[in-house]
């Protein structure tokens, strides 16, 4: 088999080059001369100095080669691809650096149920007004305030609305400062965290204005045209006399309108044929969750919509009233974010709203935002090339320093191993 042949004999003459190979010979022509023990100290430094110049070069190439470069980088008119795949510490001075909140933000509020429902439009407002005088009936008598409740329960979702379209519109109009366009993800941080604040402040402003209207209403003495809050008595005297309202509240403790403008009792439906006077209800059927109290406005705050919920019980409050209309309950109450128990002022501290359509579109704010130009770092690796360019620069001086310190360097360390190899000598004395 000459193939095999050939090879060993290729290996066994490679081997034989260098366990002879001696890089430390004395140059052709010197004073020097190379004993057989000095060429053995020869070639001994030369396997190490090979070994060691290897390792040196295959270490320095891999921290050459690992080493990372930054530059910056800059591009005229970045598409917008180029835009969504940068690194987020890129940065892209906007050409427009005042922009409006509508331009890129579209919110719209999905109102409670009961705003869209019947029980806030005319026709129910009408089906359940008394057309009879309302004095007749007992102060917590359904009929006697009920039309009047659900008139300022539908101004409660008429005027949340235009609040709300009124601040809508003036925050579309306030300006987003950006001097560089944002990232996606610190766009919609820096949104959102305004979105939030415009939400939470808006029902503060709402709230505040409507207990306004309360304490200018009681701090005036304004007198319910439903005698809920003071009743008139005409007698022979006059003036007639005008008394504070007396509710009995949900927990059975006594309440006067002249005191506490936010006394409530329980609405009912009584019997006006056997109650002797106004303040006696005579038979009577509790109405669940509405409440009646000194003032219209203050008694459905107080309520709570779980009837509305019940189509028993809204069977039950038509039937009270002459009408032939028919209206039917309203689903979905474990959809709300407000339970069927919850009173109507926790539902007006938030503005009646259910919750917000938000539509935030980034794509918007970078095309108004229109950076012109975009600068961004980018580390790069060195090549192959660049590896060993370098290396053949180091190379002469790894050489020449290995040359001059290794031989200096073995020779040290060998002087030392055969001095604690060699025992010392003692002497006898004959």
């Known amino acids: 088999m000459p193939i095999v042949d050939f090879c060993r004999q290729t ?15 004395p140059p052709v022509g010197s004073d020097q001369n190379e004993d057989e023990q000095q060429r053995r100290f020869n070639t001994l430094v030369t396997r190490i100095y ?3 110049l290897t390792c040196l070069l295959i270490y320095l190439g891999l921290f050459i080669h690992a080493d990372v470069k930054e530059i910056t980088e800059k591009r ?22 005042s922009l409006l909140y509508g331009e890129f933000i579209l919110l719209k509020p999905n109102l409670h149920h009961i705003c869209k429902s019947d029980f806030v439009s005319d026709r129910w407002i009408k089906a359940i007004y008394s057309s009879s005088n309302v ?30 379209e009124q601040n809508i519109e003036l925050f579309e109009k306030r300006t987003f400062i950006s001097f560089e366009l944002l990232s996606r993800s610190d766009f919609q941080e820096e949104i959102n965290s305004t979105i939030t604040q415009f939400q939470q402040t808006l029902p503060r402003e709402f709230t505040t204005e409507l207990e306004l209207i309360l304490r200018v209403i009681t701090n005036n003495r304004l007198v319910s045209g439903l005698q809920t809050n003071f009743i008139i008595s005409y007698g ?24 506490d403008y936010r ?44 009837c509305f919920y019940n189509q028993t019980c809204v069977n039950t409050l038509v039937s009270g009233f002459p009408t032939k209309e028919n209206f039917s309950a309203m689903t979905g109450s ?69 040359r001059l310190l290794l031989p200096i360097i073995v020779r040290f360390i060998m002087n030392k191993l055969n001095n604690v190899q060699s025992p010392p000598s003692t002497l006898t004395r004959k």
């Open 76 to 97: 005229v008119n970045p598409t917008e691809v180029e835009l969504d795949s940068y690194p987020a510490d890129t940065e892209c001075p906007c050409s427009r650096i």
């Open 50 to 52: 090979i070994v060691l």
């Open 263 to 306: 006394c409530t009792s329980n609405a009912i439906f009584s019997d006006i044929f056997k109650a002797p006077t106004q303040y006696h209800s005579g038979n009577q059927t509790k109405l669940a969750g509405l409440a009646s109290g000194c003032l219209p406005l203050t008694s459905i705050l107080a309520s709570t919509l779980e």
């Open 135 to 164: 004095t007749y009936f007992n102060l917590n008598d359904f009929r006697a305030f009920g039309s009047a409740q659900f008139q300022a329960l539908a101004g409660f979702c008429n005027r949340s609305i235009s609040y709300i």
């Open 236 to 259: 022979h005297a006059w003036p007639p006399e005008i008394n504070p309202a007396e509710y009995n509240d949900r927990n059975n403790e006594f309440c006067s309108c002249g005191s």
């Open 334 to 402: 474990n959809l709300s974010r407000f339970g069927p128990y919850a009173t109507v002022q926790s539902i007006v501290d938030k503005l009646m709203v259910e919750d917000w359509l938000m539509n935030v579109s980034y794509e918007k704010y970078r095309d108004n935002c229109a950076p012109l130009s975009c600068t961004y770092p980018k580390k790069l690796r060195n090549s192959l090339l660049d590896v060993m360019a370098q290396l053949i620069g180091l190379l002469s001086g790894l050489i020449a320093a290995l």
């Open 11 to 25: 290996v066994s003459s490679w081997k034989t080059f260098f366990l002879n190979l001696n890089l430390f010979q």
